[in-house]
């Protein structure tokens, strides 16, 4: 079974500054996607940004990147800019890209990380 | 944009009742998910739900609980004899097939109250 770890409970950065959330997983699977949502006090779960793991190139979504080093199985999310919008709780998941029968897809989701974000 | 919803957005029950958390998914999309989130923690996989059956359920998913697709729109979670443990945020989420596969959409959850 894949896991997913967050290590770090809680984050604070300074509103315009930069900061790093870590993600690993483990699994034995060689094809693969990984995600990170946005879980703001609303509770309502928003994605982030996605990469697949056949992909080299580390996905991008304006001010959200990923460093995706698939050997290491970290998943590390980097917002620049920091916004006071971006105060949330953060997700990092994991999906099977293989799924007997194409029926399943589930997600396996972190403990998450609690990012404030200061003016 | 089409988006997921659940309705009621909080329920309050008592122990031992049954309850019946309502999702509706987005209408293009084949497949469906109830996730669970207790307070504090993380989120949890409860069942998927694909061409009207269930695909797989996590050891969470129990006799207690049951899905339904009653109507073509509608995809239902029923708790039939609730404890105190259920209480939880419940979130649906369903995906579509083609070039999106890859990106499931959640609905804004239902908080689930057991006293």
């Known amino acids: 079974a894949q896991t997913v770890t967050q290590s770090?409970?809680?984050?604070?950065?300074?509103?315009?500054?930069?900061?790093?959330?870590?993600?690993?997983y483990d699994t034995s699977e060689s094809d693969y996607y990984l995600f990170w949502y946005k879980q703001p006090p609303s509770r309502q779960m928003i994605l982030v940004i996605r990469q697949e793991a056949y992909?080299?190139?580390?996905?991008?979504?304006?001010?959200?990147?990923?460093?995706?080093?698939?050997?290491?199985?970290?998943?590390?999310?980097?917002?620049?800019?920091?916004?006071?919008?971006?105060?949330?709780?953060?997700?990092?998941?994991?999906?099977?890209?293989?799924?007997?029968g194409g029926s399943n897809y589930k997600l396996t989701f972190g403990k998450g990380t609690l990012l404030t974000v200061n003016p | 944009e089409p988006e997921v919803t659940q309705t009621p957005s909080h329920q309050v029950t008592q122990m031992g009742q049954e309850v019946i958390l309502r999702c509706v998914p987005?209408?293009?999309?084949?497949?469906?998910?109830?996730?669970?989130?207790?307070?504090?923690?993380?989120?949890?996989f409860l069942v998927s739900f694909y061409n009207n059956e269930i695909s797989e359920k996590s050891e969470i998913f129990d006799d207690q609980f049951s899905v339904e697709r009653p109507d073509g729109s509608n995809f239902t979670l029923k708790i039939r004899s609730t404890k105190l443990e259920d209480s939880a945020m419940y979130f649906c989420a369903s995906k579509p097939t083609g070039s999106l596969r890859y990106e499931q959409y959640f609905g804004p959850g239902t908080r689930l109250t057991v006293t």
Not at chain 1, 78 to 88: C, E, M, T, V, Y
């Open chain 2, 26 to 44: 987005i209408s293009n999309h084949l497949y469906f998910y109830w996730y669970r989130q207790i307070l504090g923690q993380k989120v949890e």
């Open chain 1, 55 to 100: 992909k080299q190139q580390n996905a991008t979504e304006n001010r959200f990147s990923v460093n995706f080093q698939k050997a290491a199985k970290s998943f590390s999310l980097k917002i620049s800019d920091s916004q006071l919008g971006d105060a949330a709780m953060y997700f990092c998941a994991y999906r099977s890209a293989w799924v007997g």
């Open chain 1, 8 to 24: 770090q409970p809680e984050m604070s950065v300074q509103e315009a500054e930069t900061v790093t959330l870590s993600c690993t």
